[in-house]
């Protein structure tokens, strides 16, 4: 047979992929393309779950919530190229480890554990008058501010 002819085969080990990607927020195949990046299937997915999060995370925790369904390594990948893109903000924690989020209008308060990298998010209103005073004259932004802590969990170590 010839090898055009030849059905094609996935490794073994590898997943199929699906069929289409799921199309539930059309901005997001917007910013993909504008990003010059392809839509397929899995960076729709990710992108779509990054948007629905409201905190930042890291691609290891992205990927156990994706339950598996992709491969660690395209997690990784893609939410690389999407910072680059700029579709979502990375921030480097003191250990190495990266967190990722999708980008958000309102400034915004968040927490990230440089052990573990567990993150948390709070809004505008809990910034404190004070605080962005402080910012303001020493000379930062507003928009976004990142506070290093160790968790609960961490500590208890």
């Known amino acids: 047979m010839p090898r055009s002819e030849r059905p094609h085969r996935r ?4 997943p199929a992929q699906e069929a289409a990607p799921d199309i539930r927020d ?8 504008r990003a ?3 839509a397929n299937p899995t960076r729709v997915r990710i992108l779509m779950h990054m ?7 890291t691609p290891n925790a992205l990927y156990q919530q994706l339950d598996g369904r992709l ?3 395209s997690v990784y990948r893609a939410l690389a190229e999407f910072a680059r893109a700029d579709l979502v903000n990375s ?6 480890k990266i967190v990722y989020s999708a980008g958000q209008a309102q400034p915004a308060l968040r927490l990230a554990c440089p052990q573990c990298g567990q993150s948390a998010t709070a809004p505008e209103a809990m910034l404190g008058p004070a605080l962005m005073q402080t910012m303001s004259n020493l000379g930062y932004s507003d928009q976004e501010v990142l506070i290093l802590a160790l968790c609960h969990r961490c500590t208890d170590l």
């Open 51 to 57: 948007r629905a999060l409201d905190r930042p995370v």
């Open 11 to 14: 490794p073994a080990g590898l």
């Open 91 to 96: 921030f480097r924690l003191p250990g190495g």
């Open 36 to 38: 010059r990046l392809p």
């Open 26 to 33: 059309p901005s997001v195949l917007a910013d993909l393309r």
């Open 71 to 73: 491969s660690r390594v």
